[in-house]
């Protein structure tokens, strides 16, 4: 009798060890999903600046303060970096090569050349002088690109190509 | 003679001075930058050993005269498409120049080609040995880009998928290669909306061709990276306006390029925790 109900505690508790187990990979699951669609929201914004400040150099355009708004969204999202690549995620629908959590030195020397060459920018736009701009510009996506060399998956691999991407 | 070639199939711009020709120095040509090997007429250094055949074979086939695939400091891209008479006589004003003695940088002083282009992908991106034939229907400027974009730039060796036997399959003409050079994915560029770039304006393929960058602001990897870098950057803006005229003209073909799976297996490899 008695070792019957310690068992039925047991397993019990057992159980409950285990529906907390579950409740909590889920939360896990949930944070990381989270952690994996905010790093690429950050990067398609950083996308959306890039486009519209070569849109302004390509067409020659004057919208007044346009450039430095970007510019300045830029070195802003830039900062932000850093904490967006904190949560190592690597399954599921995304580019990030593990390289970001196993090199952590290098990823961080990205993050940097990446924030100076954005903080140049915005010195750059608020002179308005569009050749200098069109430079600093041409830096800021040579930073793009060396992180991406080294830390996102080649378009060959990429999940938006695997068609179940999101 | 030598103006006139420079302003036919290819204006390279071979009398930018005595100097640059003893090599060493970054090149300006059409299609980019090279770090020229010595070609005054020093016989040990340059090319005064060299035979009309050596220098026809040079020019046109990328060979030097041991016929070892020449390493593509040496502009020979250029001068496919010209005729015997046109390269000899750009052999003899070369030959006209005062020799230069001086050593060819070694390979490993090549930057940026002995990076990662190794010399048989910069002759499969750059260099086909074979003339283009100009449509007389088309616009002066169409044919140039159509030049541009076949004879030289060679995009299509590319993003022209191939058949079974490594021919380029012609009625997908620039519809994308799964497995381009060096196993890249190189994207449908036809005018199609939805699969191909046929949402890019003019200006957005010149701005790419001259920037790596895309119109979402995306920046170009990889081979692409490389070629716009190293080559394309360097096209006057006309040529790309050229190139860009073209290929709005191409017909838009839907294709859309999925990822190898391989590619996939190896990520979840690394991706075990």
Not at chain 2, 64 to 76: E, K, V
């Amino acid at each position: 009798m008695r070792t019957s109900s310690i068992w039925k505690a047991a397993l019990a508790g057992a159980a409950l060890l285990h529906v907390a187990a579950t409740a909590h990979a889920q939360g896990e699951a949930k944070v990381d999903e989270g952690a994996l669609k905010y790093r690429q929201s950050l990067m398609e914004a950083v996308g959306g600046d890039m486009a519209a400040l070569t849109n302004i150099l390509k067409y020659g355009l004057t919208v007044p303060g346009a450039a430095q708004v970007h510019a300045e969204g830029l070195a802003s999202h830039a900062k932000l970096t850093t904490v967006a690549f904190e949560r190592k995620v690597t399954a599921g629908p995304t580019d990030a090569e593990p390289a970001i959590w196993e090199k952590p030195d290098e990823f961080a020397q990205s993050v940097q050349k990446f924030e100076a060459e954005t903080a140049k920018l915005v010195d750059v736009a608020k002179n308005g002088d569009l050749a200098a701009l069109g430079a600093q510009v041409k830096a800021t996506g040579k930073s793009c690109g060396s992180c991406h060399d080294s830390f996102r998956k080649p378009k060959e691999e990429s999940f938006k190509r695997k068609g179940g991407g999101s | 003679m030598l103006q006139a070639s420079g302003g036919c199939t290819c204006h390279t711009d071979v009398e930018g001075g005595g100097a640059p020709l003893a090599g060493g120095r970054p090149m300006q040509t059409p299609f980019g930058v090279w770090y020229t090997t010595n070609i005054t007429p020093d016989r040990e250094t340059g090319i005064g050993a060299w035979s009309d055949a050596d220098f026809l074979r040079a020019m046109r086939e990328g060979r030097a005269p041991d016929g070892s695939a020449y390493f593509p400091t040496f502009p020979y891209t250029s001068f496919t498409g010209m005729t015997d008479d046109d390269l000899l006589a750009l052999k003899a004003y070369l030959f006209s120049l005062p020799p230069e003695r001086k050593e060819n940088r070694p390979p490993d002083a090549w930057p940026p080609f002995s990076w990662r282009i190794s010399a048989w992908a910069w002759q499969l991106a750059f260099f086909r040995p074979e003339r283009f034939e100009p449509d007389p229907a088309k616009s002066a400027s169409w044919n140039r880009g159509a030049y541009l974009s076949t004879a030289v730039a060679h995009c299509g060796e590319c993003h022209t998928p191939r058949n079974l036997a490594g021919a380029l399959d012609r009625s997908r003409w620039m519809a994308g290669s799964e497995d381009g050079p060096e196993g890249e994915l190189a994207p449908n560029i036809t005018p199609h909306d939805d699969t191909g770039i046929g949402r890019w304006t003019t200006t957005d393929l010149v701005w790419f061709l001259q920037t790596a960058s895309k119109p979402d602001g995306d920046d170009s990897t990889g081979l692409m990276k490389e070629v716009i870098e190293e080559g394309y950057t360097h096209v006057p803006a006309a040529d790309l306006e050229a190139i860009a005229e073209y290929f709005e003209s191409l017909p838009p073909i839907e294709n859309q390029l999925m990822a190898d799976d391989d590619a996939e297996d190896d990520g979840e490899d690394e991706d075990a925790p």
